[in-house]
């Protein structure tokens, strides 16, 4: 599943960052500590999602939800 339908709260890890060859979303989600193995957690969910990403917290559109496949 991506990000999109994750859980408030939850914490996921990521299983695959899939960007459809687009190296410069890649290597942004990459910066942000967005990558295979990782542990997420959706913190909030509105117009776009507030995630958890280690100890920072990010506004993510989407577009990049899409993007992150996850597991629990």
Sequence with gaps: MNLND???????????????GDEDMKAFLFSLGCYSGEKITVV???KNLVVS????????????????????
């Excluded at 917290?57 to 996850?70: K, M, T, V």
């Design 53 to 72: 990403i280690k100890d920072a917290r990010y506004n993510i559109d989407p577009e990049l939800g899409a993007a992150i496949q996850i597991e629990e």
């Design 6 to 20: 994750a859980k408030l709260g939850v914490e996921y890890r990521v299983t695959d960052v899939n960007t459809y």
């Design 44 to 46: 909030d969910k509105k």
